[in-house]
C-alpha cells in the first residue's frame, strides 16, 4: 500500500469514528435524527462525515479501488456527490441508515486492511 492511499484509509477511519461518536452522543435517537426542525445537529455532524469519507474515497488509487470491491466504493463516492451538490435531495432515513449500518462494517473493512498493511 503506498502512502497515500494509507493515509486516506486513515482518515477515512476517523470519520467513521466520528460518525460513531455522534450517534453514541445522541443516543443513537432515530426520531431526534429524523426531526427536522430539532435534529439537524445530530443530522449535520454525520452527514458532514459521510461527505469527507467519499471525498476521501475519491483519493484512492485505482490500484487500491480494485483491490478492495468488496467496499462499494461508487455508492460512497455517490452519497458524497448528493451531499456536496443536492443537498435539499438528501434522505435523512439513507443517511441514518448509513450511521447506523454501514459505517461500521466500513470500519472494520478499513481498520483490517490496516491492520494486514502493518504486519
Known amino acids: 500500500m503506498n502512502k497515500r492511499d494509507k493515509e486516506v484509509f486513515i482518515k477515512i477511519l476517523k470519520y467513521c469514528r466520528k460518525i460513531a461518536k455522534?450517534?453514541?452522543?445522541?443516543h443513537d435517537d432515530k426520531t431526534l435524527f429524523l426531526d427536522e426542525e430539532e435534529g439537524f445537529i445530530y443530522r449535520d455532524a454525520v452527514s458532514m462525515s459521510i461527505?469527507?469519507?467519499g471525498e476521501l474515497a475519491n483519493h484512492?488509487?485505482?490500484e487500491m479501488l480494485k483491490a478492495h470491491k468488496d467496499i462499494p466504493w461508487s455508492e460512497i463516492v455517490g452519497m458524497r456527490?448528493?451531499?456536496a451538490h443536492h443537498y435539499d435531495e438528501w434522505d435523512y432515513e439513507r443517511a441514518w441508515n448509513t450511521s447506523q449500518q454501514d459505517i461500521p462494517e466500513l470500519a472494520k473493512k478499513i481498520q483490517a486492511i490496516l491492520d494486514a498493511e502493518a504486519e
Open 22 to 26: 455522534a450517534n453514541k452522543t445522541f
Open 51 to 53: 461527505l469527507q469519507i
Open 60 to 62: 484512492l488509487t485505482d
Open 81 to 83: 456527490n448528493i451531499a
